[in-house]
C-alpha cells in the first residue's frame, strides 16, 4: 500500500515535473486540418507534421472532414479548432472560397491561420493568411512534361526537341487542380518537344477505376499512343494497367506518367511498373508547415507565399527521393492562380502581383462591367 | 315526418358499370330532408356503390343526380362534401397523429393571414364537440382516442362541413353498446335539426331503431322502399336475399365424427382471454361476433401467425407446439384470410405460382421446381373447382375477387389440411361464385375436414354452420347448437348483453384440466 | 393493326388473351433489351473505333464487376428491400484480399509474408458472405429497415477500408488464382473474353435458375410486390429466405471486389465508388421495380449494359465527363417512365395505349 502511494507520488511529481519544463521550452497546441484522409498524401502530411510537432515538444491536434468535398464540413472542423483554443491553425481548402468563413474565424479571435497544399491566395483581401504553404503544380508538371520528352524520344530514337509522338491526358474532376497540372504539362511539351502531340484527354475523375476504363477505350482511337498523363498517379496507374492487359509493355511500348508520388506509386515504380511520378514529398511538406508556425510564434516575417519543391521521380532516382536528398528548402515564391499563366514567371525580374485578384477580375470582366469601371475609376 | 315536402335529393336511374360487373343497375333513390333513411343489401348488393356515386368517388354511367332540386355532378368527393354531402367511412379517413382539431378542419384550416388561426380552430371544435356532448380535449391526438370516440370526432367534422346529408357506412362496427346509443341519439337529434342521413348497416335491427324509411338493393337492383312501420324483420330479409335462406346455401349433413382440434387456456394480451374449444371432424364451426371481438385474431393465434402468451393446442388428441404458420401447415391447418389480396394471395405472381405455394416442396426434382407437375396440380384444380382463367400464367391481381377466393382455396387444399379456417370465405364475391364456396366448403367436411368460420354475415354463419361459436371481448361468450342458433341468440351473446339467458342453448366450452 | 373487337374484348377482361397485350407484354419483357440494341447501333455508326473486338471485350470486361454487383442487388431489390452497403463490400473486400496477400497493411505492396491468393480470395467471399447474412439478419429479425441497416454498413466497411489502408491502395501481384481471374480466352481472331465476364456470365445463369427455378427464387418474388405477409401465412420462412438474400448480396458484391482488385492490381477503399447507385440504376432499368415481386435477372444485365454502353460511348464521342450524369439521368428516367406505361398504371398513360384509334 505505502509502496504503491509512492510510485504515484513519483509519477505526479514526474509528470509535474514535465510540465514545467515543457512551459519553458513553451508548449504549443496548434492545429492541423487536411480536406479528408481519405488519400495517403494528406496521411504523409500530417505525419511530418506530426514528426516535427514532437520534436518540438508541441501538440498537434488534426482534424478532418469525412470525405473531400465537404466543404460545409470542413468549416465546421476549423471552427470546433479554434473553439479548442488552438494558438496556430493550417487547413488545406480545395473549393477555395468555401474556406473564407473558416479564415474569418481564425482572424476574428487574432489565431495565425495557414494554408497548406495551397498556393492560391483567396480572393477576399481583407483576409490575413500568414502564410501559403505548397508546391507550384504548374512548374511541376511542366518539368513532368520535359522528362516525358526524353522518354519519348528514348522510344523513337531521336532529338527530343524533333521528337514526335502522342500523349493521352486523364484529367481528375474539373477544378484549378486539374487545370492547373494539365496547363503546365501542355506547356512543358510545347517548350520541350513541339512535335509531341495531345491526342485526347478526358476526365477520369482521379479514380484508378476510371483510369483504367477511359485508356482502354482511348487506345481503340488512338492505339499509337506513347504516353498516359495522368493529372493523379492513380489514373495514370489505372491506364498502364488498360494498356498491359491489351498486351502492350511499360517503358517499352507506352510511358504513364503522373503527379503525387504516393507510396503506392513509388512502389510501382520500383518494380518497374511506372514511368515517372512528380514527387513533392508531402512528409516534408508537413514538416515545413510546423516549422512556418515555429517562425511566426518567434515573430519572425515569413514569405506570403512559400514554395516547397517537386522533383520529377524516376526509377533512377526513387533511392535519393526516399532518402529527401531530392529536397530543397521551400522558397518565397508567387501565388498560384487559375489563369493558364506559369506560377513562376519567366521574366526573372518581373514582379507579380501577390493575389491573383487582377486576373480574376479580367475573368469576370464580362458579367460585372460595372464593378470594373468601378475599380478603373478608382485608379484613376 | 317531412312527407309533404319536396326531396332533398333524388337519384334517378342511376346505373354504373365495372369490367364485367353491373354493380348498380337502373337504381333510384331518395332522400327526404330530416330523413334518416337506412340503405340496406347483402355485401355486393350495390350499396357502396351506389352512395360513392354521390358522394363523387365513382361517376355513373348513367342517370342523374338532383340535389336541392338542381341537377349536379360530382367529379371528386371534395366537390361533394363543399356541396354538403359527407361521409363516414367505415374504416375512419382520420390522421392519427393530427389532433382532434386539426382532423376536423383538415382541408379547410382557419387562416390568418398566412398562419393557421388556432386559437379560432380550436374554439370551433370545444364549440362542435360540445353539441355532440363530446368531452374531448381538442387538442389531443386523433389516435389516443378510442375508435367510438374516433366516429364521433367524424361526425364532427362532417357538421363543420355544414352537411345537408351525411353517409354512415357501418358506423357502429366498432362500437360498444353505449356508444351505439349515444351515436343512435345524436343521428335523432341531426334529424331534428333538419340534417339527412343515409344509414348503411347490417345490423337490421338498428334500421329499425333509427331509421325512418328503407331502401333494398339487391344485385345492383332498386327491390323496395319503405316506411319502417310497414316492414318486419322477416319481411326485410325476404326482401334482401329474394328466397328463403335454405335455398341460397344448402347445407349438407355431414356424420361428426372424432375430436380433431382441442385448444385450452389460448391467452394473448388485450386481445384473448382464456379461450377453450374443440372442433371434430366433418362439422362446420361458425365463429360469430362483433368487428373487434377476436374472431380474426383467434385464428391467427390458431395458426402461428400471432405470437400468443400462453395456451395449449391438441390436434388429433396430440399436443402440438405452433410457434409460425409453418408448424400450423404441418400439423394440417390451413388459414383463409379475410384480406385475400394482402394476406391470402401474391397478387404479382400467376395463378399457377399461387396455388403451388404451399406444396413447392413436394414439386422439386432436387432443388429445382418440375414445372410439369406444378402445371398438372394447379390444373387439377382448375378443373375440379372450376378457377375461371384464360391460361394458368395470368396474374392472379387479374382475377374477380370470386375466383382469386378459389385460387386461395386450392392453394390449401393442396396442403391436405385437416383444419381448414376461413375468416370471411365470401366477402367481396358475388352470388354464383358465393354458392360455390359454399359447395366446396359441404365437399370438404363430407371428407372428415374440421372447418372454423369466422362471419359477419349471421345468415351465412346460421345455415352453414353446425355449432356456432359466438365471440365477445375477446372470450368465448357461448357456444351454440344448430337448433339453438338463431340471429337473435347470436347478437346476445355477441353484444354481451344476455348470455345468462340463454343458458340452455348452450354448450359449454369444454374445459381441459 | 388490332381490329375493333378485339380491342373491346382486351377492355372487358381478358387482358392477357389481347393481341395488343400480348404484344405488349413481350414488348415490355424485351424492352431493356431494345434500348440497349438501339443504343448499340448508335455508337456502331457514330464511333468507329467501338466497332473492333478490342473495345468490345472492353465493354464486356466493364460489364462484369458492376454486373455482378447489380445481380445481387436484383435479388434483394426483388424482395422490396434495398442494399446500399455493395458498393462499401467491393472496397472492403478488395481491400481485405490485398491486405491478406500482401501481409501487409502498408502501402508499398509485399512487404511481409503473405497468405497465398486463392485462400485470400476465399476469406474475403467468405467474410462478404458472413457480413451480408449478418445485415440479413438485423433487417429481419429486429426489424430494422434496410435502407438504415445497410447505410449503416456502408459508413463501416468503407470505414474500416479506409482506416486499415490509411487512404492508400494497396498493391498486389497478379498470382495463381488472381492472375486467373485476370485472363482471357481467346475465342477467334483477335475475340477473347475477359475471364470476369465468364464469372458474370455464370453468375447470371445460376441466378436465373435459382429465382425461375428453385423454391428459393419463387419465395423471392413471392416476398416482393407486397406478398410479404400472404408469404408468411403460406408456411414460406419469409425471414430465412431474406436473410440469405442479404447473404448473397454481400457475396456477390465480394466476388465483385476481388474482381476490381485483381483487375486494378490494389486494394482501395475507392475500388467500389459509384457502384451502389449503378446497380439500383441497372436493376430499375432492367425492369424490377423497387417494390419488387417483377422483372428479373436477364433484364437487370441489360440495364448494366445500357449503364456501360453509354458511359463508353460518351467517352468514345468525347463528351465531357461532366455532361456524362446528365445522359446517365436521363436514360433511367426514361427507363422507369416505360415501365410505368408498361404496367398501365397510370390512368391518362393507359387510355392512350389502350384506344389509338377511337
Not at chain 1, 481583407?126 to 520535359?146: K, P, R
Not at chain 1, 495531345?198 to 488512338?222: D, M, P, Y
Not at chain 3, 490485398?98 to 509474408?113: D, K, T
Not at chain 3, 451480408?132 to 438485423?138: E, H, I, P, R, S
Request: net charge negative.
Amino acid at each position: 500500500m505505502v509502496r504503491k502511494i509512492t510510485v504515484v507520488l513519483a509519477a505526479l511529481m514526474l509528470l509535474s515535473v514535465g510540465v514545467i519544463h515543457a512551459q519553458d521550452e513553451e508548449t504549443r497546441t496548434v492545429g492541423f486540418v487536411p480536406p479528408a484522409l481519405t488519400s495517403p498524401f494528406h496521411v504523409a502530411m500530417v505525419d511530418g507534421a506530426q514528426a516535427r510537432a514532437d520534436e518540438l515538444g508541441w501538440e498537434l491536434i488534426v482534424q478532418a472532414p469525412a470525405s473531400e468535398g465537404d466543404f460545409q464540413a470542413f468549416v465546421t472542423t476549423v471552427e470546433q479548432l479554434l473553439e479548442t483554443g488552438v494558438e496556430a491553425i493550417s487547413i488545406n481548402p480545395i473549393g477555395t472560397d468555401s474556406a473564407v468563413t473558416a479564415v474569418q474565424s481564425a482572424n476574428d479571435r487574432g489565431v495565425p491561420i495557414l494554408a497548406h497544399n495551397f498556393i492560391t491566395p483567396f480572393s477576399d483581401t481583407s483576409l490575413d493568411v500568414a502564410s501559403y504553404i505548397g508546391y507550384d503544380q504548374w512548374g511541376g508538371a511542366e518539368a513532368l512534361a520535359a522528362h516525358t520528352c526524353e522518354l519519348i524520344a528514348s522510344k523513337t530514337g531521336e532529338d527530343v526537341e524533333a521528337t514526335s509522338g502522342e500523349v493521352y491526358v486523364l484529367l481528375g474532376i474539373d477544378s484549378i487542380f486539374s487545370r492547373r497540372r494539365t496547363g503546365g504539362f501542355e506547356a512543358g511539351l510545347a517548350n520541350t518537344c513541339p512535335n509531341v502531340e495531345v491526342v485526347g484527354q478526358q476526365s477520369a475523375e482521379w479514380l484508378r477505376t476510371r483510369g483504367q476504363e477511359v485508356a482502354g477505350i482511348a487506345l481503340q482511337q488512338s492505339p499509337e499512343i506513347d504516353v498516359f498523363y495522368g493529372n493523379s498517379d492513380e489514373m495514370a496507374i489505372g491506364a498502364a494497367l488498360a494498356a498491359t492487359d491489351l498486351g502492350l509493355t511499360i517503358n517499352e511500348d507506352f510511358f504513364a506518367v503522373g503527379i503525387d508520388g504516393n507510396e503506392p506509386t513509388l512502389d510501382l515504380l520500383e518494380a518497374g511498373e511506372f514511368s515517372a511520378t512528380l514527387g513533392v514529398d508531402p512528409f516534408r511538406m508537413g514538416v515545413t508547415v510546423i516549422d512556418t508556425m515555429a517562425a511566426i510564434f518567434e515573430g519572425e516575417d515569413v514569405p506570403q507565399i512559400i514554395l516547397t519543391p517537386s522533383t520529377v521521380v524516376t526509377p533512377d532516382n526513387l533511392e535519393s527521393y526516399l532518402a529527401g536528398e531530392l529536397w530543397t528548402d521551400p522558397v518565397a515564391g508567387f501565388p498560384e492562380c487559375d489563369n493558364g499563366e506559369p506560377t513562376v514567371p519567366e521574366d526573372p525580374d518581373a514582379e507579380p502581383p501577390m493575389t491573383c485578384d487582377e486576373e480574376m477580375m479580367e475573368e469576370d470582366m464580362d458579367e460585372d462591367m460595372s464593378e470594373e469601371d468601378m475599380e478603373a475609376s478608382d485608379e484613376g | 315526418m317531412t312527407q309533404a315536402t319536396a326531396p332533398l335529393l333524388e337519384m334517378r336511374n342511376i346505373t354504373k358499370r365495372f369490367p364485367g360487373v353491373l354493380a348498380v343497375d337502373n337504381v333510384s333513390f331518395e332522400v327526404m330532408p330530416g330523413e334518416v333513411h337506412a340503405l340496406v343489401g347483402e355485401n355486393g348488393a350495390g350499396k357502396s356503390t351506389l352512395m360513392k356515386i354521390l358522394s363523387g368517388v365513382y361517376q355513373p354511367d348513367g342517370g342523374e343526380i338532383i340535389f336541392n332540386g338542381q341537377p349536379v355532378t360530382f367529379n371528386n368527393p371534395r366537390q361533394a362534401q363543399s356541396a354538403g354531402i359527407t361521409t363516414i367511412h367505415q374504416e375512419l379517413n382520420q390522421i392519427p397523429m393530427l389532433s382532434v382539431t386539426e382532423n376536423i378542419f383538415l382541408g379547410s384550416e382557419i387562416m390568418r393571414g398566412p398562419f393557421i388561426n388556432w386559437g379560432e380552430m380550436h374554439r370551433q371544435a370545444r364549440e362542435q364537440l360540445a353539441k355532440l356532448r363530446l368531452e374531448v380535449n381538442p387538442r389531443v391526438w386523433v389516435g389516443t382516442l378510442g375508435v367510438g370516440k374516433q366516429q364521433m370526432v367524424e361526425v364532427a367534422k362532417a357538421l363543420h362541413h355544414r352537411s345537408d346529408i351525411i353517409i354512415m357506412d357501418e358506423p357502429t362496427a366498432a362500437l360498444s353498446l353505449n356508444e351505439i346509443e349515444d351515436l343512435f341519439g345524436i343521428i335523432r337529434e341531426l334529424r331534428d335539426n333538419g340534417v339527412s342521413v343515409v344509414y348503411i348497416s347490417h345490423h337490421l335491427n338498428e334500421a329499425f331503431e333509427v331509421c325512418d324509411r328503407i331502401t333494398v338493393l339487391r344485385d345492383g337492383q332498386h327491390i323496395a322502399t319503405r316506411p319502417v312501420a310497414e316492414l318486419n324483420m322477416d319481411d326485410l330479409i325476404n326482401l334482401m336475399v329474394g328466397r328463403a335462406l335454405e335455398e341460397q346455401m344448402p347445407k349438407a349433413q355431414a356424420e361428426r365424427g372424432d375430436e380433431v382440434l382441442r385448444v385450452a387456456g389460448l391467452n394473448q394480451a388485450g386481445k384473448l382471454k382464456d379461450i377453450n374449444f374443440s372442433a371434430y371432424a366433418g362439422e362446420i364451426l361458425g365463429v360469430a361476433g362483433l368487428v373487434g371481438a377476436g374472431r380474426t385474431e383467434l385464428l391467427r393465434a390458431l395458426f402461428g401467425a400471432d405470437p400468443v402468451d400462453s395456451g395449449t393446442i391438441y390436434i388429433n388428441g396430440q399436443q402440438v407446439a405452433i410457434n409460425n404458420p409453418r408448424d400450423a401447415i404441418r400439423n394440417g391447418m390451413a388459414l383463409l384470410t379475410e384480406d385475400r389480396k394482402s394476406q391470402g394471395l401474391v397478387l404479382g405472381l400467376s395463378t399457377r405460382e399461387n396455388i403451388s405455394m404451399s406444396v413447392l416442396d413436394t414439386l422439386t426434382n432436387g432443388p429445382i421446381i418440375d414445372r410439369g407437375k406444378e402445371r398438372v396440380l394447379a390444373n387439377n384444380y382448375v378443373a375440379s373447382i372450376d378457377i375461371r382463367i384464360s391460361d394458368l400464367e395470368q396474374l392472379v391481381k387479374n382475377l374477380s375477387g370470386g375466383n382469386q377466393q378459389k385460387v386461395v382455396l386450392s392453394k390449401w387444399m393442396a396442403t391436405e389440411p385437416r383444419i381448414l379456417m376461413f375468416d370471411e370465405p365470401t366477402r367481396g364475391i358475388d352470388v354464383g361464385a358465393k354458392a360455390e364456396i359454399y359447395k366446396l366448403m359441404n365437399d370438404l367436411v363430407a371428407q372428415g375436414v374440421v372447418i372454423i368460420m369466422v362471419s359477419s354475415e349471421l345468415p351465412e354463419v346460421l345455415n352453414m354452420s353446425d355449432r356456432v361459436m359466438v365471440i365477445h371481448d375477446g372470450t368465448i361468450a357461448g357456444i351454440l347448437n344448430r337448433e339453438a342458433a338463431t340471429q337473435e341468440s347470436i347478437m346476445e351473446l355477441a353484444t354481451g348483453s344476455s348470455a345468462a339467458q340463454v343458458p340452455e342453448a348452450v354448450e359449454q366450452a369444454v374445459k381441459i384440466d | 393493326m388490332v381490329d375493333a373487337t378485339q380491342d373491346t374484348r382486351s377492355a372487358t377482361g381478358n387482358q392477357s388473351a389481347s393481341p395488343l397485350a400480348t404484344a405488349g407484354r413481350i414488348l415490355g419483357n424485351a424492352g431493356p433489351y431494345l434500348i440497349l440494341g438501339l443504343m448499340v447501333a448508335i455508337l456502331w455508326v457514330l464511333a468507329p473505333p467501338f466497332r473492333s473486338p478490342t473495345s468490345l471485350g472492353l465493354l464486356v470486361l466493364e460489364a462484369a464487376a458492376i454486373g455482378i454487383v447489380s445481380a445481387g442487388q436484383t435479388y434483394v431489390i426483388m424482395t422490396g428491400g434495398i442494399d446500399l452497403s455493395v458498393e462499401a463490400m467491393v472496397s472492403f473486400a478488395g481491400v481485405l484480399c490485398a491486405i491478406l496477400i500482401a501481409g501487409s497493411n502498408v502501402a508499398g505492396g509485399q512487404i511481409a509474408e503473405g497468405i497465398p491468393a486463392s485462400l485470400a480470395v476465399l476469406i474475403a467471399l467468405g467474410a462478404g458472405l458472413a457480413i451480408g447474412l449478418f445485415q440479413g439478419a438485423l433487417i429481419t429479425w429486429l426489424r430494422m429497415n434496410p435502407l438504415i441497416v445497410t447505410l449503416g454498413f456502408r459508413s463501416i466497411l468503407l470505414g474500416v477500408a479506409l482506416v486499415a489502408t490509411n487512404g492508400a491502395g494497396i498493391n498486389i501481384q497478379r498470382e495463381g488464382v488472381l492472375d486467373f481471374l485476370t485472363s482471357n480466352i481467346p475465342i477467334a481472331d483477335g475475340w477473347r473474353i475477359p475471364m470476369p465476364f465468364v464469372v458474370a456470365l455464370v453468375i447470371y445463369a445460376v441466378s436465373w435458375v435459382i429465382l425461375r427455378h428453385t423454391r428459393f427464387g419463387r419465395y423471392t418474388y413471392a416476398i416482393g410486390g407486397g406478398g410479404e405477409e400472404a408469404s408468411r401465412l403460406s408456411g414460406i420462412n419469409v425471414n430465412s429466405v431474406k436473410i440469405w438474400i442479404y447473404g448473397i448480396s454481400g457475396l456477390l458484391s465480394a466476388i465483385a471486389g476481388v474482381l476490381v482488385m485483381a483487375r486494378l492490381r490494389s486494394g482501395a477503399y475507392q475500388n467500389g465508388t459509384n457502384m451502389t447507385l449503378i446497380s439500383v440504376a441497372a436493376v430499375v432499368i432492367g425492369g424490377t421495380p423497387l417494390t419488387g415481386g417483377k422483372g428479373g435477372i436477364w433484364g437487370t444485365l441489360a440495364g448494366v449494359f445500357i449503364i456501360r454502353v453509354v458511359s463508353q460511348g460518351m467517352v468514345y464521342l468525347r463528351v465531357p465527363s461532366n455532361a456524362q450524369e446528365i445522359v446517365l439521368g436521363v436514360i433511367i428516367v426514361i427507363a422507369v417512365l416505360l415501365d410505368v406505361i408498361r404496367q398501365g398504371e397510370v390512368p391518362w398513360l393507359r387510355l392512350r395505349l389502350r384506344q389509338p384509334a377511337s
